[in-house]
């Protein structure tokens, strides 16, 4: 089974619908067979069947698009968030980021507008560490104690 397809599952199951009512809420034309392969793992959802499966919860459970791609909750990221800031310098995050994203647009799995190049993603990345620069600080002050 794949992530993806178990996490699919997992939130279809959560909201109480059964396979064909999910297939007629995504377009009318996801079957019950094509479901049950994604949460089977007999196929691979790609990143427009996770968007429009995140599309079609979305007003039962909010967008939970980031969790179906990495199975990682909210609260989860945010704690390794603070943890992976605390301990790892801003450039290395950004340059893996940076290899993160050219990887994925060989793949074929980014999506990016015509006038975004990767170094606006890489921007914006790289504020999240700007806006949560001053609770490293504090980290770094507490270990130094």
């Not at 989860?76 to 290899?99: G, M, P």
């Amino acid at each position: 089974m794949s992530g993806s397809g178990i996490r699919m599952k997992e939130l279809r199951d959560n909201i109480g619908l059964s396979q064909p009512e999910l297939g007629h809420l995504i377009e009318g034309v996801w079957t019950k067979a094509r479901i049950s392969n994604y949460e089977k793992g007999k196929r691979e959802p790609t990143a427009k069947d996770l968007e429009l499966f995140n599309e079609a919860i979305k007003p039962f459970v909010g967008d939970q698009l980031f969790y179906l791609v990495t199975g990682m909750k909210p609260e989860e990221y945010l704690s390794d968030k603070t943890i992976l800031s605390a301990y790892v310098k801003k450039s290395e995050c950004i340059d893996i980021f940076t290899r993160y994203l050219e990887k994925m647009l060989k793949l074929g799995e980014l999506i990016k507008k015509p006038s975004r190049n990767i170094s606006d993603f890489v921007e914006q990345f790289s504020k999240l560490f700007s806006d949560s620069e001053g609770s490293n600080k504090e980290h770094e002050k507490a270990a130094q104690n």
